[in-house]
């Protein structure tokens, strides 16, 4: 049987865990023959007897680590490899997998020069089961990885190579572009793992929470385990319904812990729910007085034991329990109405690029805790596992963003990438208390017939994935031209006013938002967010009375838009703003952007300008009001 989970590998007294993050060679493709690390076999031997290699840091971007523009702006092949090591005792009775969190965007992987995986889509995790017989415990074996960053009309997000034909251009000149506003950084960005599970073991869990009326707290779970003699009992995982000893002599054993570790439900069959009389639940930390616990997390502890009562797989899954419920004005959790305070944000930082590291995550989410935020958006693709840890553990509420941004076309092979990108995302996300909604897409060309049917579909894709859930979309558009937002259970705009249009006229702003929110609410009927609204901020530039890029400007803009937020609130089922951004943000090159997006109310280096402090006061007077 195969496996189908993504289960965050972890260590556990069946399981091993080893981290191969480090530094490791790294070459690109030379930009006018991309091919030739595929022609001369370059997995098949160390990468640095290839060619010049220089050293690399995973996880990173690779971009900003050089001094060199080539390796910067570089479009195509870009090749890594590393040795490691395999213990002994992994090499039998063991399965080993290989797991990467993220690569952007297509990545090839071969260990000992045997190709093991491949994947597509920037954001999103995959693993490589290794074979035994490919692998050395009495020398090192080598992973070469080679990544592509290349993006077209039918990869998520889309871009597209410009090959000027014009003789102006030196020979094999080529760019890639793409229309969404961020770097388009590459590398491996996120952990990479090697662990090992037992030959029977885990392979997924499903864990979806309810409140009954009497307050009694349930958790309905699903666990797929992959048996070693399955091929005597293929029926096993896909006939949904596992006996409590199955005919191989193992049985799944489920125990709730709470943090004290105490037992406080258990359970015995693949399939079913535990109750938990006055559960502690899974609050946002802004719903809780001081001396309650924000976020607070079960462990799920899941066993696979044989006949003898002994364990053969354990897995932890940490699990909050709350309750979402939505309608056409309302989105409540626990019961109680939710309105979103938050940011857009990127997975962003200086020298980094998109790597993600410990440093910039936790300090992330201690200013996000600072502003009195209670929520932001993943935009505008899946942020790291790492980063929805720490979202579940503190309590603060996410909608979580395919990596759809701008999206154009809408033809077949376009809906299928981000279909399986979508079930990659449900797949990972599924159990996470932090994730209160899905966002299929931002800013698509949603004004085009052809958008209507394409969302309808991958709305039903989603509901179909995940029933617990609201999905929205982020839209752009118009109201009366928007033809995706209709199947949205929630409806996220964006709108920037006396900055895109009517620039400097601040005067405009809590009018035409309030006209704005208006229309959608009338013809919708549906709650409603401002997922975006802001203004390039140049930190340290002042101009009284304010202009376009001063802190003043950004001030004053804000001022206009909480006037426009607060008369909606107190009569439409506006239930959200997010600022557009929480920090500056590196985008390409281009006339309208002073070395990246500035639109954040902290610099890049996580700074705050003026509008910090001033978001900071009424994210503050709301969680007191609310
Ligand atoms: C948007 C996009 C976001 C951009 C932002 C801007 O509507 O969703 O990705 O960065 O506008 O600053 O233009």
Request: charged share 20%.
């Amino acid at each position: 049987t195969e496996s189908k989970g993504i289960l965050f590998p972890q260590e556990s007294e069946t399981r091993e865990r080893k981290s191969l993050d480090g530094i490791w060679q790294f070459r690109i493709a030379p930009r006018n023959d991309p091919e030739l690390g595929f022609r001369n076999e370059w997995f098949k031997r160390p990468l640095q007897e290839t060619g010049e290699v220089t050293l690399m840091p995973v996880p990173s971007s690779y971009n900003d680590i050089t001094q060199s523009k080539e390796i910067r702006d570089h479009v195509g092949w870009a090749w890594y490899d590393r040795e490691f090591w395999i213990p002994k005792q992994w090499m039998s009775q063991r399965k080993i997998y290989l797991r990467f969190g993220g690569v952007n965007y297509h990545a090839i992987v071969w260990v000992n020069g045997v190709q093991v995986a491949e994947h597509a889509g920037g954001h999103l995790p995959f693993v490589a089961e290794l074979d035994a017989a490919n692998l050395s415990a009495q020398r090192t074996n080598r992973l070469t990885v080679a990544i592509n960053n290349t993006l077209n009309q039918n990869t998520i997000p889309q871009g597209s190579i410009f090959r000027p034909t014009a003789t102006r251009y030196p020979p094999g000149y080529f760019t890639l572009n793409y229309n969404f506003d961020f770097f388009n950084y590459a590398g491996i960005h996120r952990p990479v793992y090697l662990y090992t599970t037992p030959t029977s073991y885990i392979d997924d869990i499903t864990v979806s929470t309810n409140l009954q009326e009497d307050g009694t707290a349930l958790v309905i779970y699903n666990i797929e385990t992959v048996r070693a003699s399955a091929a005597l009992f293929h029926n096993d995982v896909n006939f949904g319904w596992i006996p409590t000893v199955n005919q191989d002599g193992l049985s799944i054993v489920v125990r709730l812990e709470d943090k004290s570790g105490n037992i406080v439900a258990t359970g015995t069959h693949g399939i079913g729910y535990l109750s938990v009389p006055n559960a502690t639940l899974w609050w946002p930390f802004s719903m809780v007085k001081k001396d309650e616990q924000a976020g607070y997390l079960y462990t799920m502890v899941v066993s696979l034991q044989n006949l003898a009562k002994l364990d053969v797989d354990v897995y932890r899954l940490k699990i909050g329990i709350r309750h979402l419920a939505w309608d056409n004005t309302t989105f409540t959790i626990n019961g109680k109405p939710f309105y979103f305070r938050g940011f857009g944000r990127h997975e962003d930082f200086d020298v980094r690029g998109r790597g993600i590291d410990n440093v910039m995550i936790v300090k992330d989410h201690n200013l996000i805790k600072w502003t009195g935020a209670n929520s932001y958006r993943t935009s505008h693709y899946p942020y790291s596992e790492e980063i929805m840890d720490l979202t579940d553990e503190l309590g603060i509420v996410i909608i979580d963003e395919i990596s759809a941004v701008s999206i154009d076309g809408f033809g077949q092979e376009l809906l299928e990438t981000h279909t399986k990108q979508m079930r990659e995302l449900v797949q990972r996300d599924k159990n996470r208390a932090s994730v209160v909604m899905w966002s299929i897409a931002n800013e698509p060309q949603s004004q085009k017939t052809e958008a209507g049917p394409y969302f309808k579909n991958l709305f039903a894709l989603v509901r179909e994935l995940d029933k617990s859930r609201p999905v929205t979309i982020v839209v752009a558009q118009d109201y009366r031209t928007d033809k995706a937002a209709e199947y949205a259970d929630i409806i996220c705009i964006n709108r920037y006013y006396a900055w895109y249009s009517d620039t400097g006229h601040t005067e405009v702003i809590t009018a035409s938002m309030i006209q704005d929110v208006h229309n959608w609410i009338n013809k919708f009927h549906r709650p409603l967010i401002i997922a975006e609204y802001g203004a390039d901020t140049v930190a340290g530039l002042h101009s009284s009375p304010q202009f376009v890029f001063t802190e003043e400007f950004q001030l004053e803009y804000l001022r206009e838009h909480f006037k426009a937020f607060d008369a909606l609130r107190a009569n439409t089922t506006l239930i959200g703003e997010m600022i557009w951004n929480f920090a500056d943000f590196m985008t390409g090159q281009g006339i309208t952007r002073i070395v990246g997006n500035r639109k954040g109310i902290f610099t890049r280096e996580r700074q705050p300008k003026a509008s910090a402090h001033l978001l900071r006061s009424r994210y503050h007077f709301l969680a007191n009001e609310i």
